[in-house]
């Protein structure tokens, strides 16, 4: 058992990097006046005080090819798709947003070109200006051939079954690239019972505020105009599993009563048709297992959440899982191929 995980291929799928550009941006909009939620965490991180343990998050973040590959290494972690941390640029001004966007981009095939078999990368675009995105998500999968996309939840407190961000999900589903929608804390309109408790971001506001989206998207009917669209959730998919029967039974009758659009498809159906999960950040055996057999295991992806997660814990998680051989392959690396064009490659040597 040993040698045959020692062999294995562990690619990470949830993986949050930066540019210095951005954080200084974001420095920028942690010390102006708002209320949003998001400032909490923000501030931490980007207006830190020393003795804040989340200063510490910064340089871990900004470092792409020192302690993050040795970490890699000392774990045997063949690879990391990285994408740019929460809430990427989707709190700046459009140009602003747009104009970081294409940097974090550039930055991001840079550095995978200098390590092809240790990085892959999922880009980011700006909401804020859906046209231009749609342009960029074009430009990152053609040109700098990056392997998805990934969006931070809410933009402006809207959620992609709005139609104006109907042009992203065309450019997504006619380019073949997965859009993982990575956690940012609860919008405005949900926002106030997160405030206290540490419930603004990982403890719950952030699943709350995923699993509200995804829901969002499927009873709307975004999947029936887009039948093809792929979108990817963390966390061992903030919950939505453990909700499907009670999400069938209810949009049922939300739609008998004119409260939500007729659709297609149940939202359990287009759950298991147009969405994976990752594990990022739970690691249970059990939310595993329950996963694997509502979803299907061509579904689940295996994930850290470095750097807020550690590595060597994720690794041992997965190694441990109670699945096959066979199963555990597709968990570490084959649905993470498929799913987001990663080629196939040989295991990291731990």
Sequence with gaps: MAAE????????????????????????????PGNSLDLTLVTRIYDAKVDDPQARLLPRLLDLEGERLRDMDQN?????????????VQM??????????????????????????RFAGLATFAPQSPKRAAKEMERAMKTLKLNGFILNSHTHNEYLDNPKYFPILEAAEALGGCIYIHPRAPSDGMAEPFREYGLDSAQWGYGIEVSTHAVRMMVAGVFDRFPKLKICIGHMGEAVPFWLWRLD????????????????????????????????????????????????????????????????????????????????EKLYHGNAERVFHIAAGAAAQA
């Design 5 to 32: 995980l020692k062999r294995i291929r562990r690619i990470a799928t949830e993986e949050a990097f930066s540019i210095p550009e951005v954080a200084a941006a974001l420095r920028d909009v942690a010390r102006a």
């Design 76 to 88: 045997g972690v063949a690879m990391h798709l990285l994408s740019l941390t929460a809430p990427g």
């Design 92 to 117: 700046f001004d459009a140009d602003t947003a747009t104009e970081l966007a294409t940097l974090a981009n550039d930055r991001l095939a840079e550095v995978i070109r200098r390590h092809p078999t």
């Design 249 to 328: 039974y209810m949009n049922k009758n939300a739609q008998n009563r004119g409260a939500a659009p007729k659709t297609k498809l149940t939202p359990s159906e287009y759950f298991r048709q147009n969405f994976v999960i990752t594990t990022s950040g739970q690691e249970s055996h059990l939310a595993l297992d329950f996963s694997i057999k509502a979803l299907g295991i061509d579904n689940v992806l295996w994930a850290i959440d470095y750097p807020y997660q550690p590595t060597a814990p994720a690794v041992a998680f997965m190694d441990s899982a109670p699945v096959s051989d066979a199963e555990r």
